[in-house]
């Protein structure tokens, strides 16, 4: 190996360590009880430290240090990263200069995690975190994460390593880690990305991702920080003149007030007003606000579940039979509903896929208040179709809200009052006796195996009703029963899903939202899919090495079972059905992975596979009170389709 130091090294003046030989450390490693903890077993001692006698290669500031000034200033709490050597300046800046505080370096086993963490983070914190990615190939890694936060409209601050320039890159890695655009990765699933040449261009580009990544429509902004912008030390004469801009944050773009008064006034003409709401909530006052609305005009919501927009045993919820309060509307009221032409309109799934308008109101009038116009992007056909609405407002739904509430205020007669008033009441009546109907399926299949997924969410939920708990995984492949049986009662409950439906989002993603209530002491529980899981089990270490509490539920019903279904769909269709064949592709047995043994090598309590739904109760104890004394804990529950 060439003892050649590069002048992008590590800072001078760390001191090395007495070096300790390989042999001399599995001497030790063999001389610990067979029993011991994974943890307690000592670290393989490091072979490569700069030793005393390295010359100084760097005195004072660095560019590094300058952009952890950066990152503090815009109260950065931490920053996810699977290390690299791109950014191996930046890495040492924030453990050293800037003591692993504001922001903590949280260490991950792959880019997606860290993003995908990022993503998580902010949809309980309301504020970003940012992850850390390596030149080009832990960008490329990192993209699904992107993806999924993009198409949720969620903002992270996503920072890529670079060297800039061929003269100074080594050979074999650097060049096949650096590109000339490295954000042409991503550019697609962005929202604003840069590449500054300058410390001070850095330093503005920050600040102006920040205000933009958290403007509404939100969404994830990429910072190439350059490998020799970080590593040199700053020249005295520029380190005067460098200047963090100071950041303002704007208010939330809202719907232009004549036309919100015009949809107050097509509100309170209907006869019938249904609310439509999806990616609405954007603070935690979001739906006390669409409540107050609902509230005023006498409207049931029907919920799209993307974000916790209502409570779900509110009786103004009508979200479990949303089909017929659509039928019945004479008036929708769409706030960032993502797929309005969806509302009134299906593909079925049949050779051609005609279209077939759902049956509506002939005289339906359809109000849509909304970001989904105000960032679109050519490629990636997250938008949906086109949709034609009465009166479409472009402004963020939750900073309209206000004003639509006003102006409901300003037209409504004592008439309009009385009609509403009494309307609200006839349409919470409808929704009293759902949830005894919901307990009834979930009686009928109580002692089934594979465990049913109405008991596995009713057992869970024994466990959690009287704590402050919070679940952020999507619930579509447990058939929504959580929405059906629990009582969803605060805006912090639940976070909607994953944006672009990319699996392997709620394994990290759940991480993330564990970071932040960890800070709120609240407990986190969260149900993955065995498929989900599978992605990124290396999720599982970050949450025992930094001790973040967090329950995971794995639903294991050895399949990717979604597609399994597909598969039935087009064997039906072609009437080649084959029971045979029918899991080949699909099925993850034969082996069967065994999640609690998984866990267990990362460092997890973790119990399973739990096959007989009698041992449910036990196991969720048991694990819940690890979660409770601040560690994670892992359950792998057999279970059934959906």
Partial sequence: MSKKIKRRQFLAGLAAAPAVSVAASATKAMAQPAAQPASSVPPIPMTDRPTNDMPPQTIGKTGSDFMVDILKSLDIQYIASCPGSTFRGLHESIINYGDNKSPEFITTLHEDTAAAMCHGYYKVAKKPMACMVHGTVGLQHASMAIYNAFADRVPMLVLSGNIGNPATRQVYIEWNHSAQDQAATVRDITKWDDQPASLQGFAESMVRAYDLMTTAPMAPVLITADGDLQEDPIPPDIEKKLHIPKLKMRSQPSGDVMAVREAAKMLLAAENPVIYTNRYARTENGPALLLQVAEMIGAPV?????????????????????????????????????????????????????????????????????????????????????????????????????????????????????????????????????????????????????????????????????????????????????????????????????????????????????????????????????????????????????????????????????????????????????????????????????????????????????????????????????????????????????
């Fill in 302 to 642: 029907v919920d799209g579940h993307m974000r916790m927009n209502i409570s779900n045993r509110h009786p103004l919820n009508h979200s479990q039979r949303s089909e017929a309060t659509l039928q019945q509307a004479d008036c929708i009221l769409a706030l960032e509903p993502i797929f309005l032409w969806g509302l009134n309109n299906y593909v079925p799934d049949l050779v051609t896929r005609p279209n077939d308008p759902r049956r509506r109101n002939p005289n339906l009038k359809l109000i849509h208040i909304g970001t989904e116009s105000m960032m679109t992007k050519a490629n990636y056909q997250d938008f949906q179709r086109y949709a034609e609405a009465d009166l479409s407002i472009p402004g963020d739904a939750e900073a309209t809200m206000p004003l639509l509430i006003e102006a409901l205020k300003t037209q409504m007669s004592a008439a309009d009052k009385a009609r509403c008033d009494g309307r609200c009441a006839k349409v919470k009546e409808l929704t009293a006796k759902q949830l005894e109907q919901f307990r009834e399926r979930v009686a009928f299949e109580w002692d089934a195996k594979p465990i049913s997924s109405g008991r596995l969410v009713m057992e869970l939920w024994d466990q959690i009703k009287n704590e402050d708990w919070m679940m952020p995984t999507e619930t579509q492949f447990l058939s929504d029963w959580p929405y059906r049986l629990w009582d969803i009662d605060k805006p912090y409950r639940t976070m909607g899903g994953s944006g672009a439906q990319g699996i392997g989002y709620n394994t990290p993603a759940a991480l993330g939202a564990a970071l932040a209530n960890k800070d709120k002491g609240r407990l986190t529980v969260a149900m993955v899919g065995d498929g989900d899981f599978n992605m990124a089990p290396g999720v599982l270490w970050t949450a025992a090495h930094h001790k973040i509490p967090i329950l995971y539920i794995v639903h294991n019903n050895r399949a990717y079972h979604q597609e399994v279904m597909m598969i039935l769909r087009m064997a039906s269709r072609r009437q080649r059905v084959n029971h045979k064949n029918v899991y080949v592709g699909t099925l993850i047995d034969n082996p069967a992975p065994d999640y609690a043994k998984i866990a267990q090598g990362y460092g997890l309590f973790a119990e399973g596979p739990i096959t007989d739904p009698k041992d449910l109760a036990g196991a969720m104890r048991r694990a819940m009170d690890v979660v409770k004394r601040g560690e994670p804990a892992l359950l792998d529950v057999v279970s059934d389709g959906r």
